[in-house]
């Protein structure tokens, strides 16, 4: 077998984290990967400085993930082609409403050969309207197969190399194979399951639940109201899986992916945060991103939004009482207070 070329397409937080995990992976394993990880950064300026030359100088991403060395055979690029031409697989680690100008970007460079692989956790939308799987995006767009990674990987903790899982969802075992290489380490355990679209589904989802479990929080109420959150918002989860994702497998909820991602969510994750800070705050999500994110983005939102608009083509909102509040609440058109209100009357006590 041929050496894979890795490209890293993304470097916030998330993909720094795990720029450090492949990175040194890929350096234990030469027979396997060609040593350079081409890591696509998009150019700002740091302290009047390009980005991308601050972060090759010092080998850090020191806006993004500071405090955390990035392996020196890893290279941020600001070219998006260049950084991806050769690669044999593409780590796709980048907000999720970026991914079709990306994608669309790189179609004619991308080799026919490739792998993809998402770390991305969203939904976007087909012409019709309905919800449309990333990993399908990215495999319409550039014509391969696209697998993808998703657990409670909190970036700050996996950069700490506190011990967490994973779970890799693949469509052939070789696969699974080949990129449980690339991502395993002893404190970050990947499990591989043949159900790519459940557990990307899993990994969108879990951040709207999040920000109801942050909206408790910002209300002051107690761990009971928390649980109620996580159990309604599993139960929700598991009837959006079983209406809208063909061979839907009700095993892949209680990977990493599923219940353990959504516990260290809303325990600990940025929507989370946002639920939180929507209670004390009057602001508007763009302006809160602004304030928390440092530029960067909260997803729950932006799937909250997308997951209502597919439910109210469906005339589903009354069956997810909980998704259709939290939209409301992100847009302003509800108080976060009616919050609890939602809870109480769901259809699961009923």
């Not at 980005?51 to 600001?78: C, R, S």
């Not at 951040?207 to 599993?234: E, P, Q």
């Not at 997308?306 to 998704?323: G, I």
């Amino acid at each position: 077998m041929s050496k894979k070329t890795v490209c890293i397409v993304g470097s916030g937080n998330w993909g720094s984290a795990i720029a450090r995990i492949v990175g040194t992976n890929i350096l234990d394993n030469p027979d396997t990967f060609h040593s350079r990880v081409n890591m696509y950064m998009y150019e700002e300026k740091y302290e009047g400085r390009k980005l991308t030359e601050v972060v090759n100088e010092m080998h850090e991403n020191v806006k993004y993930l500071p405090g955390f060395k990035l392996p020196e055979n890893v290279v941020a690029m600001p070219d998006l082609a260049e950084a991806s031409k050769t690669a044999d697989i593409l780590i796709f680690v980048l907000p999720h409403q970026f991914v079709r100008g990306t994608c669309k970007a790189m179609q004619e460079h991308v080799k026919d050969t490739a792998l993809a692989v998402s770390l991305i956790k969203g939904f976007d939308k087909d012409a019709e309207g309905n919800i449309l799987m990333i990993s399908k995006l990215i495999e319409d767009w550039l014509k391969i197969d696209c697998c993808v990674l998703s657990g409670a990987n909190l970036a700050q903790e996996v950069a700490e190399e506190q011990f967490c899982e994973s779970t890799l969802g693949v469509k052939k075992p070789e696969q699974g194979e080949l990129l449980k290489m690339l991502f395993e380490k002893p404190f970050f355990r990947t499990s591989v399951v043949m159900d790519v679209e459940t557990i990307e589904m899993c990994g969108a989802l879990k951040n709207v639940v999040a920000i109801g479990a942050g909206i408790v929080d910002g209300m002051g109420l107690g761990h009971n109201t928390k649980a109620a959150v996580l159990r309604l918002g599993l139960m929700e989860m598991v009837a959006f899986g079983e209406l809208f994702i063909k061979g839907c497998k009700e095993d892949t909820f209680f990977e990493s992916c599923g219940i353990a991602d959504l516990v260290a969510t809303c325990h600990g994750g940025r929507n989370r945060l946002l639920g939180e800070t929507v209670v004390k705050s009057d602001k508007t999500i763009r302006e809160l991103e602004k304030d928390i994110l440092r530029g960067q983005s909260f997803q729950g939102p932006l799937v909250a939004k997308e997951v209502y608009h597919t439910l109210s083509q469906k005339n589903l909102l009354e069956r997810f009482p909980m998704f259709t509040a939290i939209y409301r609440i992100c847009e302003r058109e509800m108080d976060p207070r009616e919050f609890i209100d939602c809870l109480r009357n769901h259809p699961e006590h009923i």
